[in-house]
């Protein structure tokens, strides 16, 4: 299968110093790869340059298979993409009216805007805020929010920047749980970036470690998890280790 998005030869460079050096990346349609790694490994800022939205250099830069002229297609590629960041960064007004904003800027009809943006409420359990103001919303209310908004122009590949990082536990489980569900629903593929290993199973087909710019290792949640490649590595799942074996030491030792 040919991939989504593929890159070779990636690197970041903040002042002078290399932040993100990823010698091959790809991403399949609809797939879910999750990036875990430490603060200040470079994930963000490997978000950032897969999305377009910061310089970064590449050996090559290929969606479905062609190789993409940079920085001339930016634009162009960047509409087939959504973002969404840790923080909610919605604007004033409703909610009904920040799902409509992508739509808005692309010249959708009204009448046409309105039905998506509350067929995208509807599949976020959120129908009931959408005469809300953005100012009155919970930080996860919020969160959905901006999940709908990104999701409503139809994105072949979303970005999640950490979008869990501000959610209680109970908020974020939910949220995973219909996250998951509805990429599954529509094909789109996702590049989820986060620091807690016990996200990724719930949604990620894939994972990739990262740390100090650098990828450790890439597999199966259920590879890495098992079988980590390095010690940084067995340190980062180890908490789930953990928590897994607290909770239901003989499930766990049925699942290995």
Same mark, same amino acid.
């Given at each position: ?23 091959? +990346? ?7 790869? $999750? ?11 490997? &978000? ?19 190789? %993409? ?6 634009? @162009? ?10 923080? *909610? &960064?919605?604007? @004033? ?7 409509? /904003? !992508?739509?808005?800027? =692309?010249?959708?009809?009204?009448? =046409? ?7 995208? /409420? ?11 103001? *953005?100012?009155?919303? #919970?930080? !996860?209310?919020?969160? =959905? ?25 109970? $908020? ?6 219909? +996250?998951?569900?509805?990429?599954? @629903? ?21 994972? @990739? ?29 180890? %908490?789930?280790?953990?928590? %897994? #074996? ?11």
């Amino acid at each position: 299968m040919t991939p989504l998005l593929e890159v070779t030869n990636l690197k970041v460079v903040r002042g002078g110093r290399v932040v993100v050096d990823i010698p091959h +990346l790809s991403i399949a349609p609809g797939e879910v790869l $999750a990036v875990v790694g430490p603060n200040g490994s470079g994930k963000s800022s490997l &978000l950032h340059a897969l999305a377009l939205l910061h310089p970064a250099s590449f050996g090559s830069y290929r969606w479905e298979g062609r190789q %993409v002229a940079l920085p001339q297609e930016a634009l @162009a590629l960047r509409r087939q993409m959504g973002v969404v960041f840790q923080e *909610s &960064l919605l604007l @004033a007004g409703t909610v009904l009216q920040n799902v409509e /904003l !992508g739509l808005r800027l =692309r010249g959708v009809p009204a009448v =046409r805007r309105r039905q998506i943006a509350m067929e995208m /409420l509807e599949q976020l359990r959120i129908p009931h805020l959408a005469n809300r103001s *953005s100012r009155q919303l #919970s930080g !996860g209310e919020a969160q =959905r929010v901006s999940i709908a908004r990104a999701l409503a122009t139809s994105p072949r590949l979303l970005y999640l920047d950490e979008p869990m990082a501000s959610l209680d536990v109970l $908020a974020r489980s939910h949220l995973l749980k219909d +996250l998951r569900r509805i990429l599954t @629903a529509s094909g789109t593929a996702a590049f989820f970036v986060t620091h807690d290993f016990t996200e990724i199973p719930p949604l990620a087909d894939r994972v @990739a470690v990262l740390a100090e710019g650098k990828m450790l290792q890439i597999g199966t949640p259920a590879e890495v998890f098992n079988a980590p490649a390095t010690p940084l590595v067995r340190d980062l799942v180890q %908490v789930a280790h953990d928590l %897994v #074996s607290t909770l239901n030491p003989r499930g766990r030792q049925e699942a290995e």
